[in-house]
């Protein structure tokens, strides 16, 4: 029974402190939410979800093998993208997708990567947009660098751009248009 009522007591105190923690403090300044996620994203355009993780990998059906045979995840057949320099295989997650990059051709951007990272390794991620050009306009005028001067179509099919990771915090970020 003091079991039961040294809990309560302990619950009743924890309640207590989280309360005053989650208080907030008057200030000189005021700060509204809504106004500096709009100076984040702007009002032309918003970030979207998620879209895919890609990743870079020396044995294309080694690693298309273990998603689908150990892993159990949908994945496509490989589809060469020749204008990439890639060939792309696609594991369906449910909430988003996976893109397993090989290298295709002499001049393939994941050739380098492999050479630096030799069992492969996480290559960008892609966050949806809902007005891409709206976005590379205000993320120039922001000094965020793009890979290329002009969006590209990209593996889905849809207008893409390549954040610099330099700009991103050590990350390569593509932008996909919704």
């Known amino acids: 029974m003091r079991r039961v009522v040294k809990a309560a007591a302990l619950a009743a105190s924890a309640t207590g402190l989280f309360s005053r923690v989650q208080t907030p403090v ?3 300044r005021s700060f509204s939410v809504s106004q500096s996620l709009q ?3 702007g009002p032309v355009w918003n970030l979207g979800r998620l879209n895919h993780v890609a990743v870079a990998v020396p044995d294309l059906e080694k690693a298309s093998s273990f998603y689908r045979d150990v892993l159990g995840a949908q994945v496509s057949e490989a589809v060469p993208l020749p204008e990439h320099g890639v060939s792309v295989v ?3 997650l449910g909430n988003t997708k996976m893109e ?3 290298p295709l051709g002499s001049n393939s951007p994941i050739t380098g990567f492999l050479q630096k990272n030799k069992a492969g390794g996480m290559h960008h991620i892609c966050i949806e947009v809902d007005n891409i050009n709206a976005a590379v306009t205000d993320l120039k005028k922001k000094k965020i660098r793009s890979l290329s001067d002009e969006i590209k179509i990209g593996a889905h ?3 893409v751009i390549f ?3 330099k700009d991103c ?3 390569l970020v ?3 248009q919704a």
């Open 26 to 28: 008057a200030s000189g």
């Open 39 to 41: 100076q984040v994203s």
């Open 90 to 92: 696609f594991v369906n």
């Open 100 to 102: 397993l990059l090989h």
């Open 157 to 159: 099919g849809k207008p």
């Open 163 to 165: 954040l610099h990771p």
């Open 169 to 171: 915090g050590g990350v």
């Open 174 to 176: 593509e932008l996909e």
